[in-house]
């Protein structure tokens, strides 16, 4: 069963930056397209946005709404995905989740990391 372990939410001001971590388990990062997404307040499990996505041979690609702000890298020693996020905004608010894209299945999402932007 894969594992994927998100780290590095706050509680941050409009502008500030963080950088979240998704660890993952049974699975090797470098053959493997690897995304983040958010759920917004209020907002459904199946209304979760795409924040970024990094494929196995590392190609990257983003929401328009996060271009230029956000970046996803991965550590393949560490088998680790990132997520820096710099001049975060209030609508940036939300729970972050670590996907694997080959899989739909439950353990291919992790638990989330909350982050929360104040204006």
């Known amino acids: 069963q894969v594992q994927l372990v998100e780290s590095g939410g706050g509680l941050v001001q409009a502008g500030g930056s963080l950088r979240l971590s998704c660890a993952a388990s049974r699975i090797d990062i470098r053959f493997n397209g690897m995304a983040w997404y958010r759920q917004a307040p209020g907002k459904q499990r199946d209304e979760r946005e795409l924040?970024?996505?990094?494929?196995?041979?590392?190609?990257?690609n983003y929401a328009d709404s996060v271009k230029g702000r956000f970046t996803i890298s991965k550590d393949s020693a560490k088998n680790t995905v990132y997520l820096q996020m710099n001049n975060l905004k209030p609508e940036d608010t939300g729970v972050y989740y670590c996907h694997l894209l080959s899989r739909s299945t439950a353990d291919s999402w992790g638990q989330g990391t909350q982050v929360t932007v104040s204006s």
């Open positions: 924040v970024a996505v990094i494929t196995g041979g590392g190609y990257t």
